[in-house]
């Protein structure tokens, strides 16, 4: 997190945030000689920097004196977005006791939500999602919580969200899905899960590949056989005319899509 401080007063309350101390957050506060909302010159206030670092209680002093919850620094970030990313889940709830909203957006369209979904901490989605937060939110680029949790192998999150009705075919902009993301990260449990809650496994990419010639290209021996296991097709080419044999070296790959390359011709 970048703070650009602005004067001594604002050095000091911004390093009280920061560290945790509440004593000197107090005494600053309550000498009259500076906000609870001071800024620097991105719009970053100490009720963020708390949020950020976890401090319960220098957050709660902020709140009690004053501080303006909702506020969103230049990049559009707020105190619940660090507090969500940085996954401090008794400082989320505490911040929504006291009215934190979970519908600002940062500048490429990311929320709380997207960002405790991607970093993974699962405790803070299931606090967000029962507090409003839309599961079906997306950055700019059309990338959902699913689709980060798909990309980062956060399991347990990406249960979570299905079960608030998050859509797993749900693909961003460029056609990628989470499936084929998962696959050729690797993600072998989240391809598992995704497949078992109706994932389409031979959906193409804007540049015609399958899950399949995701997981071959990831390298993943177990990610390919779950998605054969799921009859993915292994005849299907890409736009290059390549099938998912074509894109590895890998012995034990090729152990097994040869067999099912003959199957599919048979």
């Not at 309550?30 to 976890?54: E, F, I, K, P």
């Not at 209680?57 to 230049?74: F, H, S, T």
Request: aromatic share 6%.
């Amino acid at each position: 997190m970048s703070v650009k401080k602005e004067t001594p007063l604002a050095n000091a309350v911004f390093w009280a945030a920061r560290k945790g101390n509440l004593a000197l957050l107090q005494l600053l506060l309550n000498s009259g000689r500076v906000d609870a909302d001071c800024r620097d010159s991105y719009g970053t206030t100490a009720l963020m920097v708390a949020s950020y670092s976890g401090h319960y209680e220098c957050v709660k002093e902020l709140i009690m004196q004053g501080a303006d919850i909702n506020y969103q620094r230049e990049t559009g970030s707020t105190a619940l977005f660090f507090a969500s990313q940085q996954g401090h889940r008794d400082v989320v709830k505490l911040l929504f006791e006291f009215g934190a909203s979970t519908e600002f957006q940062t500048k490429d369209g990311g929320t709380a939500l997207t960002a405790a979904a991607q970093y993974g901490h699962s405790k803070v989605v299931d606090t967000l999602l029962r507090n409003g937060a839309n599961v079906h939110d997306q950055l700019h680029d059309g990338a959902t919580p699913l689709f980060l949790a798909a990309q980062e192998g956060h399991v347990t999150v990406i249960r979570q969200l299905l079960a608030s009705g998050a859509k797993v075919n749900q693909a961003r902009e460029d056609g990628t899905a989470p499936l084929w993301m998962a696959a050729q990260m690797g993600h072998s449990e989240v391809v598992k899960v995704l497949l078992l809650r109706g994932a389409d496994r031979d959906a193409d990419r804007q540049n015609g590949s399958t899950a399949l010639h995701a997981g071959v290209m990831g390298g993943n021996l177990q990610t390919v056989l779950l998605l054969l296991g799921a009859n993915a097709d292994p005849t299907l080419p890409n736009k290059h005319n390549e099938l998912p044999a074509d894109l590895t070296k890998s012995q034990r790959i090729l152990k097994v899509l040869r067999p099912s390359i003959l199957n599919g011709d048979s």
